[in-house]
Each structure stands twice: as structure tokens, then as C-alpha cells.
């Protein structure tokens, strides 16, 4: 027991990305978003200290603490300046030996593969929607509409908007265009699901629990390439897509849908490797629930997905903060050494 509070009792290095291009505003409200965190595990009885990382040089802004004496919540995005570089934050924090919440490097790299995460989830027999991978407009034997097109390897809905959605070769061409020129990497073109969107949080390692799943509605949008969750939808307030998606939580499930879909999250969360907490983005079809994306590190925001689904279950904010902790303490060179406890 003494030996469990010294490790509760660590202080918590809160480390996040604030980007000195970003907007006066934009840096304001990422200060507040983690500071909202902090001081809600404050209040679960943690130590918090916050670390903005505003500087590429993580090395540096970590150089004053001893691994052995800390833990890393670890909600840093990127490093300033560096596209695609989560996975470069979490390999930092392993070559310095700190212990860190969510994901690893490795699985922060594969989760923005598009394609090879669908082979993984193929091979465990995960239903995801039919996709193939197009590096030329050229290429012209897709026949299955709608469909979707998307860069191949980002995230956060980057690249998808309503002109996403395609309806025929001609503006699938286009679109594929699009991707390629803009975003200087290949497409990826799947079955648009046009059904039931749930995004589902999932924590835990050793024993993996689904919470409850959010519903998101697209019934007040008639287009239906505005029927999904873009980035507009996801970050721009005062987009129509932002106003008029609305959310469940929990989602209106029946007890055999609920039991499926959780099935289906759980097996992409275990197939990603994924560690500590992450989110599944899920639709359902026919009776298919069809996982579209997984998502470790998933945003963990007060008013996103993962907060929500936890105060349905019975945790506070600062209380999912803290069980998130508990995951990764689980890994603590305290934890890792410490001698059995006597039967």
C-alpha cells in the first residue's frame, strides 16, 4: 500500500505543444484546455506540473527532471514546426527513459499508415469499409459509390470536407487530384458508410474495457457529403457542420448492438496495440458495424468523446485523468522493481 501512494504521489509532468505560429487565441485556448486537465487531477490528489513545449528541443525542456521521479501525461500532439512528429515526442520520452501516458512511438507512427492499419484489421477479421490506395488520378478501377477520399497517411480528419464524398469517376479523379497535389502523398478511397457514426473509448492494457460509446447524429444535414465527422465539423465552431451535428451520449443502442460494436472497438484497439486509453471510430450499416479509424492518444478534451464517455461511466474529469495515470504507472521503474507483496 505504501508502496502504491509513493508512486500516486509522483508529480506529473502535463507536457502539451503550444505553437508559437498559432494565433494569440489558438495558444490561449490550448493553455486552457490543459490547464483544465491539470488542475481536475489536481483536485484527484496529484501533483501537476504543466510543461508547455514550445521548442522542437523536448530533450532540453525535460533536462531538469529525473525519470525515476516523475510520470509524463503525456498530451503533447507534436513539436512545434514539425508536421506528423507525434510519434516523435513519444520517442523522445522513450530514449530519456520517462515513463508516459498513451501510445508508443511505434503505434503513434502506424496509426497514421491508413493502409497498413487496414491490413491489420483485415487480418484479425476487424470489418472495416473496402479500400484501395491510389497514387494517380489515372488509376480508374474503383466502382463502388459513394466512396470517400482521403490523404493516406494524416489524421484529426485533415484533408476531409465535403468534397470528400464522391458519387462518380469523374469526381473521384478530382478529388484524388486534390489529395495528391495538396497534401503530397497518396489517396485513399473507401466505401462511404452512409449510416450510424459512433465514436467509442476504449481504455485499460492488460484488461481492456469499452466505455460508453458517443453517437453522432447527421440527420439535420441533407448532403451527403456533410454527413460526416470532418474537420470543419470537429474544430471550426462556426462551421454548419459544427452547429448542426449533434451527440449522444450514451449512444441508443440495443443491448445485442451495444455488445457488437464494443466487440468490434475492442478487437481494433488490441490489434493497434494500442496502450492506456484511445478511441474507435465505428459506423454501422446493415447490421455491420465497420471500424473507419483508430485512434490512440484520442483527444482528450473535456467536451470530446473520451470525457463525456467517462462521466457516463462514473468518472469526473479529473478522475479519468487519473485512472489514465494509473495505466501508465503500471510501467514505472517503482512499479517495475518493486518486490511482490507477501500472500
Known amino acids: 500500500m505504501a508502496d502504491l501512494q509513493r508512486m500516486m504521489d509522483l508529480p506529473v509532468l502535463l507536457i502539451y505543444d503550444i505553437d508559437p505560429s ?68 513519444a520517442e523522445t520520452l522513450e530514449r530519456l527513459r520517462f515513463t508516459y501516458t498513451g501510445a508508443s512511438s511505434e503505434v503513434l507512427k502506424r496509426s497514421y499508415d491508413k493502409p497498413q492499419v487496414k491490413r491489420m484489421l483485415r487480418s484479425q477479421g476487424v470489418p472495416t469499409p473496402k479500400w484501395k490506395v491510389l497514387r494517380s488520378p489515372a488509376e480508374s478501377d474503383w466502382n463502388c459509390f459513394p466512396a470517400i477520399v482521403k490523404p493516406a497517411c494524416e ?38 458508410v452512409d449510416g450510424r457514426e459512433f465514436h467509442v473509448p476504449v481504455w485499460g492494457n492488460s484488461q481492456v474495457e469499452v466505455l ?34 449533434k451527440s449522444w451520449a450514451p449512444a441508443r443502442l440495443s443491448p445485442d448492438e451495444l455488445s457488437r460494436l464494443a466487440a468490434a472497438s475492442k478487437a481494433a484497439y488490441q490489434t493497434l496495440d494500442c496502450r492506456d486509453y484511445g478511441r474507435i471510430d465505428v459506423r454501422l450499416r446493415d447490421g455491420v458495424f465497420y471500424v473507419l479509424d ?32 494509473e495505466f501508465a504507472l503500471e510501467r514505472h521503474p517503482l512499479k517495475v522493481s518493486a518486490p511482490p507483496v507477501a500472500g
Not at 470530446?304 to 479519468?320: P, Q, V
Open 22 to 89: 498559432w494565433t494569440a487565441e489558438e495558444q490561449e485556448q490550448a493553455n486552457r484546455s490543459c490547464q483544465r486537465l491539470g488542475h481536475a487531477m489536481r483536485r484527484q490528489g496529484h501533483s501537476v506540473r504543466f510543461l508547455p513545449v514550445s521548442d522542437p528541443d523536448l530533450h532540453s525542456i525535460l533536462a531538469a527532471y529525473d525519470p525515476r521521479d516523475v510520470i509524463v501525461f503525456n498530451w503533447c500532439e507534436g513539436l512545434p514546426g514539425i508536421d506528423r512528429s507525434e510519434a516523435w515526442v
Open 155 to 192: 489524421h484529426c480528419s485533415i484533408g476531409i470536407d465535403s468534397g470528400a464524398v464522391v458519387c462518380d469517376p469523374g469526381q473521384l479523379q478530382r478529388r484524388v487530384t486534390y489529395v495528391l497535389d495538396t497534401f503530397q502523398q497518396p489517396a485513399i478511397v473507401e466505401d462511404f
Open 212 to 245: 460508453p460509446p458517443v453517437e453522432f447524429d447527421f440527420s439535420a444535414l441533407d448532403n451527403l457529403g456533410d454527413r460526416l465527422c470532418s474537420y470543419d465539423a470537429k474544430f471550426v465552431p462556426d462551421s454548419t457542420a459544427y452547429r448542426k451535428i
Open 294 to 325: 483508430v485512434n490512440p492518444n484520442a483527444d482528450i478534451s473535456f467536451d470530446a468523446s473520451l470525457a463525456l464517455a467517462a462521466e457516463k461511466a462514473g468518472y469526473c474529469y479529473g478522475a479519468l485523468g487519473s485512472r489514465v495515470l
